[in-house]
């Protein structure tokens, strides 16, 4: 009987990859991982991602035989506020206001030379500590690491996942993100997830191959099985731009017979999911101003015994007209196989003001046509501002 066990520790994913505890185990500013504003990793901030984390700059440390840590226990607070105005195709307005939604106390940083962690206090589904460790080394020909982790939303490549395009569900371009952003659409890039991943990093490229269970425990039984993650990605340097080109696979057919503390998606029956797909992200600099572009395609997704088969992509992309202004768009594209009521298209510009490296403030807006639309309906309609904090 194969058990896999993410034991009282209950590791979770953090709810924002702007943890301000790197910043102070690095004594750098934030925007020395980020790129244009926060959640978003340039490749320095890849890079200290893809150390687990070990990474200091020259803050004191407690050191020993077997032992290396920062002498400074670091902690940082993300969240977020969002007030959206939607109207629906019959012409319904409603208006929302979320007040510091997606709030975490985040800690972690380097355990040792080659081993660190992310933590989150408060998880949910009755969690108490959730987070991520990993364990990983430098090679010549590249990094090898492995890493424990266990989410309530942000999905199987939630692990080890870096990049901008919307497979890991904090780091994305636009804040509205299941009508700007594929992955995060079909729930590719989101929901929850138990397992473990090992990894490649070097040489411009990136390789991860994690098995899961589509359910966030902090013990579950995976005697039925698992599913399996794959994401492979390489980056290359053309002219002074980087440019990365990826794809990956969701299969499995798994069944959760148990969660000891939890809860598993047994409404949403995502357990034999199928889905295939790529990404592309550019980012570099035009006139001086710097600018990131990522697209997403999904190729297949099946799951619920096929009972739901869907694909499509999107397209976005964001300048910084100021260093600390940025104005964006993207247009997403979704098609229902077994319903085509239920195709759209959406359209979406968009804004983002760093007031500080850590205070961002965006505001979006969304125009959706739908591919079949009902006589006399109008295009719905969503209009969203945010304010984010870390500290």
């Given amino acids: 009987k194969i058990i896999a066990t993410v034991a009282a520790l209950g590791i979770l994913t953090t709810a924002a990859e702007a943890t301000p505890a790197f910043a102070k185990q690095m004594n750098a500013e934030c925007m020395s991982c980020h790129y244009q504003n926060i959640p978003k990793l340039n490749s320095f901030g890849r890079d200290f991602k893809m150390s687990g984390f070990t990474m200091t700059g020259g803050v004191p440390e407690v050191t020993g035989n077997h032992l290396s840590i920062p002498a400074t226990f670091n902690l940082g607070f993300v969240t977020k506020t969002r007030i959206q105005n939607i109207t629906d195709a019959a012409g ?9 939604d997606e709030s975490a106390l985040l800690f972690g940083g380097k355990l040792g030379e080659n081993a660190g962690a992310s933590f989150e206090m408060g998880g949910g589904d009755g969690i ?42 904090p780091v994305r371009q636009f804040e509205n993100r299941k009508i700007t952003n594929i992955f995060q659409k079909t729930g590719i890039g989101a929901g929850r997830a138990t397992g473990l991943a090992a ?68 409404a949403d029956n995502y357990f034999d999911r199928t889905a295939s797909g790529v990404d592309l992200q550019v980012e570099g600099d035009i ?19 096929k009972t739901t088969d869907d694909n499509g992509f999107h397209v976005d992309a964001q300048l910084n007209v100021l260093e600390h202004l940025g104005v964006k ?16 298209s959406t359209m979406s510009i968009g804004s983002n003001w760093s007031m500080y490296q850590n205070v961002d403030f965006a505001v979006e807006y969304s125009v959706t046509t739908m591919g079949t639309p009902a006589a006399g309906s109008k295009d719905p309609t969503a209009l969203l501002l945010l304010a984010e904090i870390a500290f």
Avoid at 92 to 100: D, G, P, R, S
Wanted: net charge negative.
């Fill in 128 to 169: 108490a500590l959730s987070g991520k460790m990993i364990f990983t080394k430098e090679f010549g020909f590249g990094r090898l690491g492995a890493a424990v982790y266990n989410t309530d939303a942000l999905g199987a490549f939630a692990a080890t996942e870096m990049f901008t395009t919307g497979l890991y569900r």
């Fill in 92 to 100: 319904a307005t409603e208006n929302t206001v979320e007040i510091y």
């Fill in 287 to 305: 006139a001086g101003m710097s600018f990131m572009s990522t697209a997403g395609v999904v190729i297949k997704d099946t799951y619920n015994n």
């Fill in 329 to 344: 768009i993207a247009y997403l594209s979704y098609n229902d196989k077994l319903n085509d009521a239920k195709d759209y």
């Fill in 199 to 266: 990894y490649y990093y070097g040489n411009g490229l990136f390789v991860s191959v994690a098995q899961f269970l589509p359910a966030h425990a902090q013990a579950a039984d995976m005697s039925q099985g698992f599913n399996t993650a794959i994401r492979a990605a390489y980056t290359a340097s053309l002219s002074g731009w980087n440019v990365t080109l990826g794809g990956f696979s969701l299969s499995g057919d798994t069944s959760a017979i148990d969660t000891t503390v939890g809860t598993i998606w047994s």
